[in-house]
């Protein structure tokens, strides 16, 4: 869905992280990108060259915020602190929609600094669905849960991670951050389908999606994104372009960060299948319709 | 699974064998965590507990590049290693994560013995570039604050980013040096001619022992140390205790003339250290 109400009515294209290593080549060069997502928590802070780059981004771009310390499956309660700072960012970046992971990650004040994968239980679900409705609310802006790459499935799990997924935006009301890198490694983990999850949850809920590069080992595949994205990848990113229609999309890349433009590149690969896409859709309506 | 993944590694870096309590970890991560046809629960639980021990021990690394040239790799590491475990992180970023450090290092002294102080100085050293990198800067007190309030009862208050340390090494100096030997020795690996290696790998010489006083701030966004006189350092350290600015100049001690303290003041006012107290 280009605009909906998950990514405040929105119609972002093509974006990247906005990371350590390109900022000299951003404030000096302002390359044309259409929006820089950041990550929340690195501007939370109370002052210095964070908050002054950020501002200089400010000016010149559209920044959307994504956070990685939320843990909206985590039993603890939101910390007040911790929202009101947020909040703060919010009002600083005035980012149309915000995204966090659906995972956990922290007990009883002890941080992992991990996007741990969740029991996929209802009443998991129940909880979850709360957290995120009170986050929303006191932060005043729209959410997307993004789902996490995994390695690992509990016994308690009563769903596929799809209907959890599903069961949790269902019942928050809120919209969903599809991470089809994501699905890709756990699918290949777990031994699923990926083209079943993306069928599997409520399209018109997907508010962005995120692609990025991984690792594959012998036994397991690893989230890494330290590469360019993989054709598997990007043949379900097609898929899913098509079934939710042409949403914004980021490209992540975390870690052996190459220069500014070799990330803009792999990003914008993506409007290709944004292309087909939109070929694609008026069909799509009609089908929709009956 | 938290207890599972706070728990140290082996030397392998692998998931211990056993859990805090003395089950077997294969049972603890079976009784949760189901296996497929490639991986045993335990080595799901693993991959888990390694990207916890890698991503917080890579933090550290990066937060402590002159502890680390101090100790060298092996102890180093076995120091990081002992303080996570001691000190899983409290804080949502992990920007904080060094913050106990200095404390761990005194309370432990056989993981860095027989440099514990300078351990001690170092670590002291590189948690205040993290609060001089990022730390509140409150409204700069200007000629008008002080205005209309008598010395006697005028107190000043210091940047919540300015760190103030008396030290008993020049580990501002010692820093530097092994940044710029890391910096040299990081282009170097990067070249595809390894030539210049022999001349990056010597080791940065340990500091002589010297007492200094160093204030670790920031000025238009970017990092600096000062070196202070002690004079200068025991008046600012009276500040930020909530002295008047009367009481202040005392502590600066008797040799200290008053164009002494208005050279001092202007320039601290200059570096924007001076604010109101809150
Ligand atoms: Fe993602």
Not at chain 1, 146 to 161: D, G, L, R, W
Not at chain 1, 218 to 235: A, C, F, M, N
Not at chain 2, 20 to 46: Q, W
Not at chain 2, 72 to 94: I, K, M, Q, W
């Amino acid at each position: 869905m280009p605009a909906n109400s998950f990514n405040g009515q929105t119609d972002y294209g093509i974006g990247i992280g906005l990371r350590v290593p390109h900022y000299q080549h951003i404030l000096a060069k302002k390359p044309v990108v259409d929006w820089f997502e950041i990550i929340s928590e690195n501007f939370m802070v109370d002052g210095g060259r964070p908050l002054e780059v950020l501002d200089q981004i400010l000016e010149q771009y559209r920044v959307v915020q994504h956070g990685v310390s939320m843990y909206f499956g985590s039993a603890d309660r939101p910390d007040r602190a911790h929202l009101q700072k947020l909040k703060r960012l919010v009002r600083r970046t005035k980012t149309p929609w915000l995204s966090d992971h659906l995972c956990w990650g922290s007990v009883d004040g002890t941080f992992t600094h991990d996007l741990l994968p969740m029991p996929y239980t209802l009443a998991a679900a129940k909880r979850t669905a709360e957290k995120i409705r009170y986050v929303r609310d006191f932060l005043e802006v729209p959410i997307c849960v993004e789902n996490v790459s995994s390695y690992a499935e509990f016994h308690v799990s009563e769903m596929t991670e799809w209907e959890f997924l599903s069961e949790v935006v269902e019942r928050a009301d809120c919209g969903v951050l599809l991470d089809v890198n994501n699905i890709y490694v756990s699918a290949q983990n777990h031994g699923f389908d990926p083209y079943a999850y993306v069928n599997g949850i409520p399209s018109h809920r997907v508010g962005q999606m995120h692609v990025a590069g991984h690792t594959k080992f012998e036994k397991y595949i690893l989230d890494t994104h330290d590469h360019p994205v993989l054709d598997p990848v990007w043949k379900l990113y097609a898929h899913a372009t098509q079934r939710c229609g042409v949403t914004a999309t980021l490209l992540e890349w975390d870690d052996k960060i190459p220069s500014f433009d070799e990330v803009h590149d792999e990003a914008l690969k993506a409007n290709q299948f944004i292309g087909d896409a939109r070929a694609a859709q008026p069909a799509k309506k009609s089908v929709s319709r009956k | 699974m938290t207890h599972a993944l706070v728990q140290p590694l082996t030397a392998a870096n692998g998931l211990a064998a056993h859990s805090a309590d003395g089950r077997p970890m294969a049972d603890v991560a079976a009784s949760f965590i189901k296996a497929n046809d490639r991986l045993t629960a335990f080595e799901r639980l693993e991959i888990y507990a390694r990207s916890y021990w890698f991503r917080l021990i890579d933090c550290v690394y990066d937060d402590c590049p002159g502890l680390r040239g101090l100790l060298g790799e092996r102890r180093f590491d076995a120091l990081v290693r002992a303080y996570l475990a001691r000190h899983p992180s409290r804080s949502f970023t992990l920007r904080n994560l060094c913050d106990r450090l200095p404390e761990f290092i005194r309370a432990t002294p056989r993981l860095t013995a027989p440099r514990t102080a300078l351990a001690h100085a170092v670590a002291r050293f590189e948690w205040a570039q993290t609060v001089a990198f990022d730390g509140e800067a409150r409204p700069v007190l200007t000629p008008g604050d002080l205005a209309g309030t008598p010395p006697t009862r005028l107190r000043v208050g210091l940047q919540p980013y300015l760190s103030l340390l008396e030290l008993n090494w020049p580990v501002d100096d010692y820093v530097i040096a092994v940044k710029q030997r890391d910096a040299l020795r990081s282009a170097a690996s990067n070249a595809v001619d390894h030539g210049p290696r022999a001349v990056v790998r010597k080791r940065v010489a340990v500091p002589r022992r010297r007492r200094v006083q160093v204030a670790v701030h920031r000025l238009n966004n970017r990092l600096y140390y000062k070196r202070l006189d002690r004079p200068a350092f025991l008046m600012l350290a009276a500040l930020r205790s909530g002295r008047t600015l009367v009481q202040a100049v005392a502590a600066a001690g008797p040799r200290v003339r008053p164009e002494d303290v208005r050279t001092w003041c202007a320039t601290w006012m200059e570096l924007g250290w001076l604010c109101r107290r809150e």
